[in-house]
């Protein structure tokens, strides 16, 4: 899909598009440095919005989940070999520009929450911000306890949120990933996690990350992605072909998308 075919595709549905849309369309497309460029836009325009800087660090993850290959070996690799191969190390000065980007949004959210609690941008900001801390702490360093405290806070904030507003459909993406991939733990570490305070609810987190792929603005592909992982962990070929091809018609410069739809046909 040509970026001007996407932009008003946008428009005719109503939603504005922003230097916002541009930066995560791109990221989604593997093409971070276009999405660095649009959401460093944002950020000279929005300087108080906290968005900018953790949408900016959300394309840091992922250009570091694609240099890794996070996404194929820790969602659809089944070869044990493959799994058991050492990854290369993180990137230092990703990790770096990751965290400076983190800590304004913490900073500018944080300034905005304090004047008004309730204010929504804010919360998400913060929701986002946790979670991508989350996935970088789990997924690329391996450590586990660290992110399930990121992953419960954020989940906790995403449900005061959505009890205000149960339209901010982004939201519902942090109850639906602790749920479910939690639920994929044994039976004893779930009832350990319960008692610490997190969520292992696999139907329930189905059924949130469905509401944002969906209905979600920025994060809705990456919860389709995510559905495409638990139908293929399902045996639902079906659904995950046609999830997988819808993402891959979305975002042509992506190949996971292509080559994952290639190995159901």
């Known amino acids: 899909m040509s ?9 005719a549905s109503g939603l504005r598009a922003t230097l916002l849309d541009d930066g995560y369309r791109d990221m989604y497309n593997l093409e971070f440095d276009a999405a660095h460029r649009s959401f460093h836009d944002w950020e000279r325009q929005h300087p108080d919005d906290p968005l900018g800087p953790v949408s900016d660090a959300a394309a840091y993850l992922f250009a570091e989940f694609d240099r890794l290959h996070i996404l194929q070996s820790q969602f659809f690799v089944e070869d044990s070999a493959f799994r058991a191969m ?4 993180s990137d230092p000065r990703v990790k770096r520009s990751f965290e400076q980007d983190l800590d304004k949004g913490r900073q500018l959210s944080d300034a905005i929450l304090k004047k008004n609690p309730n204010d929504k941008n804010a919360m998400f ?34 449900e005061r949120l959505l009890a205000m507003d149960p339209t901010y459909y982004d939201a519902y993406l942090a109850v639906g990933v602790e749920n479910y991939m939690l639920s ?22 189905v059924q949130k990350m ?31 072909r046609e999830i997988l ?10 190949p996971l998308y292509s080559e994952e739809l290639a190995k159901l046909h």
């Open 245 to 254: 091809a819808g993402l891959a018609h979305d975002f042509p410069h992506n």
């Open 210 to 240: 469905k509401l944002c792929a969906e209905h979600g603005h920025y994060l809705r592909p990456f919860a389709r992605l995510l559905l495409a992982v638990q139908n293929l962990r399902d045996k639902n070929r079906a659904a995950a």
């Open 86 to 89: 050492k990854k290369p190390d």
């Open 125 to 158: 900001a913060a929701i986002l911000r946790m979670g991508l801390r989350s996935d970088y702490l789990s997924l690329i360093e391996d450590r586990n306890f660290q992110a399930l405290s990121e992953m419960k806070t954020s989940r906790m904030l995403a």
């Open 3 to 11: 970026r001007t075919l996407a932009l008003l595709l946008l428009l």
């Open 184 to 205: 994929l733990k044994s039976a004893p570490t779930r009832w350990l996690l319960r008692l610490s305070g997190a969520q292992t609810d696999k139907d329930r987190g």
